[in-house]
């Protein structure tokens, strides 16, 4: 019997795509899409040829967020902090393509990727503060960062769904386009980051996350203190 990958990879122009593989789950996040998922992350950051990690997802939506299908781990946790901080690090521009639910880790895996296209459709939404549980993915850094301090409490503590036009005027996203135009637009922004010298696109990352997510990592340490205090319980998925 043959089993669906749960990640799918495609290189080509020097922009490698990674598809998160679970459409019937809306892509939910489980122990092994995140495993493939920090493969695909070291196989980019070691692979010459591979200049924009360009990060998708299948079917209706990015990513709704993690699987809470088994009971949660400490495996859970680790893996999917260690995907944020591999986005973070990587010394290669990471363009996030999201259309449909984006809600929890998804939302945060979103924001550990350098540019944000949105399709439309798109939808976000931070339940953990309503069912008991903290947030991952640094995005105590990332999101106060991009937002403001006042605005990242009231998302994450109120959890409201909140559409692209917000995002993008709350300074979360790059561009806005319909759905149909999604692949193609982030297709040509993959391709003019793929055309930059790759040791200027890793300059630029690299400092501007150290002066703007200068703490990034001390996030993810104290969200995994959060997160196994509040028994390491996830995110219902939608």
């Not at 550990?112 to 850094?141: C, H, W, Y």
Request: charged share 20%; hydrophobic share 50%.
């Amino acid at each position: 019997m043959t089993t669906t990958p749960k990640l799918l990879v495609e290189s080509a122009d020097g922009i490698m795509t990674v598809f998160l593989n679970r459409p019937d789950k809306l892509n939910a996040i489980d122990n092994e899409l995140a495993r493939a998922l920090l493969a695909a992350i070291d196989q980019a950051s070691r692979d010459d040829a591979v200049r924009v990690l360009l990060l998708r997802g299948n079917g209706r939506a990015f990513c709704a967020g993690r699987d809470v299908s088994a009971p949660p781990t400490e495996e859970d946790l680790v893996l999917v902090q260690a995907v944020s901080k591999a986005l973070v690090s990587l010394p290669k521009p990471v363009l996030a393509s999201v259309h449909g639910w984006t809600v929890g880790a998804g939302f945060e895996w979103m924001l550990n990727a350098d540019i944000v296209v949105a399709g439309e459709s798109a939808r976000f939404k931070l339940p953990e503060a309503s069912i008991g549980v903290f947030v991952t993915g640094g995005l105590s850094a990332t999101l106060p960062a991009y937002v403001g301090v006042a605005r990242a409490k009231a998302l994450m503590l109120l959890g409201e769904e909140f559409s692209p036009a917000q995002a993008q005027a709350w300074g979360l996203l790059w561009k806005v386009v319909p759905d149909p135009d999604l692949e193609s637009v982030s297709l040509q922004i993959s391709a003019r980051l793929a055309s930059l010298q790759s040791a200027v696109a890793a300059s630029f990352k690299r400092i501007l996350n150290e002066v703007g997510l200068r703490h990034f990592d001390d996030a993810i340490a104290l969200e995994n203190e959060a997160q196994r205090a509040l028994g390491g319980r996830t995110e219902t998925r939608l």
